[in-house]
Structure formats: structure tokens, C-alpha cells
């Protein structure tokens, strides 16, 4: 195998179905390895449950933006290569929009499609070697607006967003004798729209302590795009091509999705979560080629499970001293995948993440951070690629006083 780098992701695993499921949250979510649903707070954004909005402080405009870069290390059959990416991932902001009532917006990844690959066969029949090259680019992503209100200790909210993208596979086959060469060529474009809503409820425990109890759901639909296959036969000596173009009509849906959430929060010094989310993506078909038709089938993909876990410490944070305020974060996670290769299940995730939040004043009611993580992904399986992949995030969040109403005396 020969890997390169392309895209927001170089995984080969990224060929199939829409692609490679695109981190969650923000800088503070992504310290704690996407840790979300059932966390709130007033100076930052959390996106991975539209019922946080509601908790926003009333005097701030808040605006949080990310990046990433990454290294995999891929492995198959005692061969090892690395590849490098880097991207641009997010930016959301956060107001409130009346008492207790709050709202975001901004553009967030879905999915990552992005690989470039070989393989060379012998085939005794032709008497040459072939070669295979594999390559794909694309994915998704949203632009969103939520709103999330707040009655006592229970809050709601809903995300409703603009979803593009789509991707292009290509497959090449050539010989070093032979004068025909084989190739196919896999795209989609794909405009629709994506609604999700959350639930999130607070139960005091004394005057210090509270657990947040939290549920989200995201509405699965047709998404209302084609998919297409073109198979194209050239011959090298008469400069000719024939291709034949097939459609799979109606081709792509989303999967109805659920998540619950638990959290322990004592003071701002130190919170701990736990999440776990279901996608039904086994009830969905796919386009497959079969039987020399492009059509949809199903058994392709297979309902996908997350669990994580993740816990954040402030050693001081109504301190003088920057360094008592930084806080820690730390967590990890485990998924199974929602597509399948050939007759087995694609490979499970295992990952791990650590990072801090900066203040970026050192003053006590400063609330703008600079938040950096590092996270280690392994998804690995037999006799096929094995990945691991190294990854640092850093975000900036902004925390401004535009609503603070001045007094004159």
C-alpha cells in the first residue's frame, strides 16, 4: 500500500459509505474527546446539544473558531507510511437572544472523505501485473442556527441547518502489456437540511454540587440526491473510450440518531460526564453496483454505538493567578463503526484525547480561552489497514462584553 495525504482526512476506511464521521463539538468539548450532552455553561459554546444555548451569560457575544493537524501512521502487512493533513474545522458563535433564551449559530464538519492508495496483482490469465489506484475526495458539512430556552431547571433547544457536500471515488486498473485499461468513477452531490433537538435537566445537589441529565435526537430523512457510476473501457492503441453511465436514483439518507447524557458538576472547579449516542444506520440502504446495474441495496451499513467519557478540573478558578484558572480536560471513547467491508463490520474506533483552556487575560473575570487538545485514534482490523493517528485541535474562543449596558452618574 502507498498512502498519501489529501483532504481532511487520509483514511482509506473514509471509501465508504458517506465517509468518515467528522469530530463533534468545539475546543472544549474535543479536550474531552466530544464529551457534550449533558454539559452547560455560560461562556462557552456547546454545540453537541442545542439546550446548552439557554445557559448563555446575558451580557457576552461569544465566538469560538478550530483547527487541526494531523498524523496517521498506516500499516498492512509489515508496510508502514505516514501521512500528514491539516484543516481549517469550525466557527460558531453564541448570543442571548431574550431572558433565558439563548442562540448559535456557525459551520461545522459532518464527514471526511479523503484517500489515495495502490495495490499491484500478478494475474496469471493476462501475464502481467495490474495495477489498481484508488482515490476519493469530498465530504460534508452544515451551517446552522439553534435556539435553546430555559423554564426552571429544564431547557430545550433545537438545531435546523443547511447540509452540502458529496464526494467522488475513482478506481483505475491498468497493465503494463495489456492496451485496455478499466476505470470507474463514483459521485454524488448532495443539498438538503438537518434538524436535531435536546433535552437537558439540572438536579441541585446542595448549595456546590448539581448533575445535568441530558437527551438529544436528530431527525433521520431522504436526503433527496442521486448517486452516479461512470465505467469507462479505453484502448491505448486507437485513442478510443466507451463509457457506460449508470444512477442509482434517490441514493442517500440520514439516520435517525439518539444520545443521553450524564454529568457531576462541584462549583466551576471540576466536572465529569458521561455519553453514549446510537446511529440507526442499518435500517438505511446504499448504492452498490450489482448484477451490472447501480442500484441500492441493503446490508451495506449497520446501526453505529459511541460511548465516551471525559472530565474537566479548575484547580482555582476565582484566582488572581492565570495558572490556578487554566483548566484541565482529559477523556476517551469507543465506537463502533456504521458501514461494512464486504461481509464484516468496518473497524472500531479507540481514542483518547487531553488539552487545557488558556485564559487569554490574566484577570479573574476574563472568559476568553485558547483551548488546545491532543488526540490519539486507533481503528484497526484484520488483514486490512491499521490506522493510528495522532491529532492536535487548537481553538479560540472569544468571550466579548457586548450587551453590558453602561451606567453614567
Known sequence: MTAFAQGSTNSPYSQ???????????GQNRGMDGLGIALHSGNSVN?????????????????????SGSLTNFSENGVKKNARTGNFEYIVGQFRLLKNVGAAFGILPVTNVGYKYSSTQYYTEAQSAMSVAYTGDGGMAKAFFGMGARLG?????????????????KIALTSSTAVNALSKKYEADISSFTLDFGLQYNLPLGKKDRM????????GHKLGADATLDIINSNSTISKADTTHLRASDAFELPHTFGVGLSYQHLNTLTIGIDGTMQRWGDLNFPKEQDGQYKLVSGTLKDAYKVTVGTEWTPRYNSRRLIDRVKYRIGASYATPYYKIGAIDGPKQYSVSAGFGIPIQNQINARSYVNISAQWVNQSLDGLVKENTFRINLGITFNERWFAKWKVE
Not at 446539544?49 to 461569544?62: F, Q
Not at 431547571?153 to 471515488?169: E, K, R, T
Not at 445535568?212 to 431527525?219: E, K, L, N, Q, R
Open 47 to 67: 454545540t453537541t446539544n442545542p439546550a446548552s444555548y439557554a445557559y448563555v451569560d446575558s451580557l457576552t457575544m461569544l465566538f469560538d473558531m478550530g483547527l
Open 212 to 219: 445535568t441529565i441530558g437527551a438529544t435526537y436528530a431527525f
Open 153 to 169: 431547571n429544564l431547557s430545550a433547544g433545537f438545531n435546523a441547518a443547511y447540509l452540502w457536500g458529496g464526494y467522488q471515488h
Open 16 to 26: 465508504f459509505g458517506l465517509g468518515e464521521i467528522a469530530q463533534q463539538g468545539v
